[in-house]
């Protein structure tokens, strides 16, 4: 699987947009960007995935760049409530077990 | 829809005791991981299974833990005999073949 390396910590303020970038260097051709985040005592809950360009959801969008060995994911307007360790994770989609690695995560802490 | 269930989600035992830790997963996922957060080593896969399977146990630290899953819905962590060093929060996750992992709320174990 790919190895990531993102951001340690992050502090932003309420109402302004969080970009966390995750770096990826040796991605595969089938490899997929996925984003989980997990709050205090809670277990990771996924945010968002992509394979290239843009996507976004309700929660996030998520930027791509041709060459893939980047990516950014990006929180617009964040509360209080979007503190949480952020995980970046690279894997091939439908992989056998989909085996999943956590690196360290971004933590972001959201000040009022 | 019920999420991943676990219990206890909280267990207080003494050093050489056995502790089971249990898990539904969500109905109709068929790979079901264990894995183990604590804040020196981050988040670790201990074992996942596909289809009530063991796939790839290589997280598991020693022989004194063991994995089960009779049937698709009901999965067991049996640690024996529990030390110190293995208090941590231990989430169980169940992903319907797909990369997306659905954590339960974890299981706080301290060992003292």
Same mark, same amino acid.
């Given at each position: 699987l790919a190895?990531?390396t993102?951001?340690?910590s992050m502090?932003?303020y309420?109402?302004q947009e969080?970009?966390?970038t995750?770096s990826?260097n040796?991605?595969a051709?089938?490899d997929?960007?996925?984003?989980?985040?997990q709050?205090p005592?809670q277990?990771?809950?996924?945010?968002?995935?992509?394979?290239?360009t843009?996507?976004?959801n309700e929660?996030?969008?998520?930027?791509i760049p041709?060459d893939r060995?980047?990516?950014?994911?990006s929180?617009p307007?964040?509360?209080?409530?979007?503190?949480?360790v952020?995980y970046c994770l690279?894997?091939?989609?439908?992989?056998a077990?989909n085996k999943l690695?956590?690196?360290?995560g971004t933590?972001?802490?959201v000040?009022? | 829809?019920?999420g991943?269930?676990?219990s206890p989600?909280?267990e207080v035992t003494?050093?050489?005791?056995?502790?089971?830790l249990?898990c539904k997963?969500?109905?109709?996922?068929n790979s079901?991981?264990w894995?183990?957060?604590t804040?020196?080593r981050?988040?670790e896969l201990?074992?996942?299974?596909?289809?009530?399977?063991?796939?790839?146990d290589?997280g598991?630290?020693e022989d &004194?833990?063991s994995?089960?899953?009779p049937? %698709?819905s009901?999965?067991t +962590?049996?640690? *024996?005999p529990?030390e110190p &060093?293995?208090?941590a929060?231990?989430?169980c %996750?169940?992903?319907?073949? +797909?990369?997306? *992992?659905?954590?339960?709320?974890?299981?706080?174990?301290?060992?003292?």
């Amino acid at each position: 699987l790919a190895k990531t390396t993102q951001p340690i910590s992050m502090d932003s303020y309420e109402g302004q947009e969080v970009n966390i970038t995750c770096s990826h260097n040796n991605i595969a051709t089938n490899d997929y960007i996925t984003w989980y985040q997990q709050f205090p005592s809670q277990g990771p809950r996924f945010i968002i995935q992509g394979y290239k360009t843009k996507v976004t959801n309700e929660v996030a969008s998520l930027f791509i760049p041709a060459d893939r060995k980047s990516s950014t994911l990006s929180l617009p307007r964040v509360s209080l409530s979007d503190t949480a360790v952020y995980y970046c994770l690279v894997g091939p989609f439908k992989a056998a077990g989909n085996k999943l690695t956590f690196g360290g995560g971004t933590r972001v802490l959201v000040k009022p | 829809d019920a999420g991943v269930i676990q219990s206890p989600r909280h267990e207080v035992t003494e050093m050489g005791q056995e502790v089971t830790l249990r898990c539904k997963p969500i109905s109709g996922h068929n790979s079901l991981f264990w894995y183990r957060q604590t804040m020196m080593r981050g988040l670790e896969l201990l074992i996942y299974f596909n289809n009530n399977v063991p796939i790839d146990d290589s997280g598991m630290p020693e022989d &004194r833990f063991s994995a089960k899953m009779p049937n %698709a819905s009901f999965s067991t +962590l049996k640690i *024996q005999p529990s030390e110190p &060093r293995d208090s941590a929060v231990y989430f169980c %996750a169940s992903s319907p073949q +797909l990369y997306t *992992q659905y954590f339960g709320p974890g299981t706080r174990l301290t060992v003292l």
